[in-house]
């Protein structure tokens, strides 16, 4: 039960640095942002995000 726990915790970590290697390594790194105004083929598009909406109306 021990090993297993271990090994879990270990995988989970692992996992999470792997996939912040631009935000712990590189100066200045940070999450991309993915919301829709921000994407400019959706808004070649004319896709918007339905909480836009909401404040625009």
Do not use: W
Not at 25 to 49: A, L, S, W, Y
């Amino acid at each position: 039960m021990k090993a297993t726990l271990l090994l879990t915790l270990a995988i989970v970590g692992l996992a999470v640095l792997l996939l912040g290697v631009k935000i712990f390594f590189v100066k200045g790194g940070r999450f991309p942002n993915t919301h829709i105004h921000d994407n400019p083929e959706m808004r070649k598009r004319g896709i918007t995000c339905a909480k836009d909406k909401e404040f625009f109306e």
